[in-house]
């Protein structure tokens, strides 16, 4: 299994998977307190913290070992990198994949003009929160994901499948309106190459319905943006849509939920390297979670 490494923007680099595997520890700060009566105090941030990446490989060609070597010493460029790692299922941000119960808002989520989005405990899914999505006949029916970092878009390696996927609930005046998946592929400068859809269904309000598409990206795409598309003639007057569940895959097709940890923004801290047999390499590659 291959996963990449890169600058944003550009063509991301493919590596072997690290045969003896990725360490990713996750630092979330929190500080513990003694109390004047004995007990203990403790204060947890409410941010998902940031994780440090040891990557090690037990048998790497001098090939595989020079690309290494060329993201640390700089000949790569400058960082920060994006590391995409096809082991992590859920590459949506946390409080995206957890349909706004992480945060309890809804930061990553962008509806068209007039829309609007909350965070509401009225129906959900899995829980404990879900997104609410409101939408007339008037409006676009488009909400987006938003990229990690403030990016121009989700990246992503050529001719990659990828599958975004949800469970959606209609509600409001108008319950059953048609909606489905939809992502947009984009180039190096930010422009649409194509829009790939899948299959619509009709809400309703006493039912939960799985919506998905599952595309591979053109040979020229390094950006993408995961959408769910309502189709606005369907909408009668009004409508209120709640989504929960959403994930984003590195695979063709539908598989369980599980929780996001989005695409990590890393910077190179050390690498080692130690030579066992003729022509291979022994190798570590450190990395540190950055950005917002």
């Known amino acids: 299994m291959t ?3 890169g600058r944003p923007g550009t063509v991301l680099t493919a590596l072997p998977h690290p045969g003896r595997g990725i360490q990713a520890t996750l630092e979330r700060p929190s500080r513990t ?5 004995g007990g203990q105090t403790s204060a947890l941030s409410p941010a998902p913290g940031r994780r440090g990446y040891d990557l090690q ?5 001098f090939e595989n070992r020079s690309t290494i070597e060329e993201f640390h010493s700089g000949a790569k460029g400058t960082g920060p990198w994006i590391l995409l790692d096809p082991w992590r299922r859920n590459h949506l941000q946390g409080n995206q994949s957890a349909a706004t119960s992480l945060f309890n808002d809804t930061t990553g989520f962008t509806p068209s003009s007039s829309e609007t989005v909350t965070s509401s405990a009225a129906l959900v899914y899995r829980g404990p929160k879900a997104l609410q999505w409101a939408a007339t006949s008037a409006t676009s029916g488009i909400l987006t994901f938003d990229p990690p970092n403030g990016l121009t878009g989700w990246p992503t390696p050529a001719t990659t499948a990828w599958t975004l996927q949800a469970r959606v609930r209609g509600g409001g005046s108008d319950p059953i309106v048609t909606i489905g998946c939809a992502i947009v592929w ?5 422009a649409t190459l194509s829009t790939s859809t899948g299959s619509t269904v009709a809400t309703a309000s006493g039912s939960w319905s799985q919506i998905s598409v599952s595309a591979t990206a053109p ?7 995961p959408q769910l598309r309502i189709t606005p003639a369907s909408i009668s007057s009004s409508t209120l849509v709640t989504v929960d569940v959403p994930m984003l895959d590195m695979n063709s097709t539908v598989r369980t939920w599980v929780h996001g940890t989005g695409m990590p923004l890393v910077t ?6 130690s030579y066992r047999r003729p022509q291979r390499a022994t190798a570590t590659l450190t990395l540190v979670e950055v950005g917002t």
Request: glycine share 10%; proline share 0%; hydrophobic share 45%.
């Open 3 to 5: 996963f990449w490494l």
């Open 33 to 37: 307190r003694q109390t004047i009566g």
């Open 57 to 61: 490989w037990s048998s790497l060609t």
């Open 186 to 190: 984009l180039d190096s400068a930010g």
């Open 219 to 225: 040979a020229n795409a390094v950006w993408f943006k």
């Open 268 to 273: 190179l801290t050390g690498s080692d390297t």
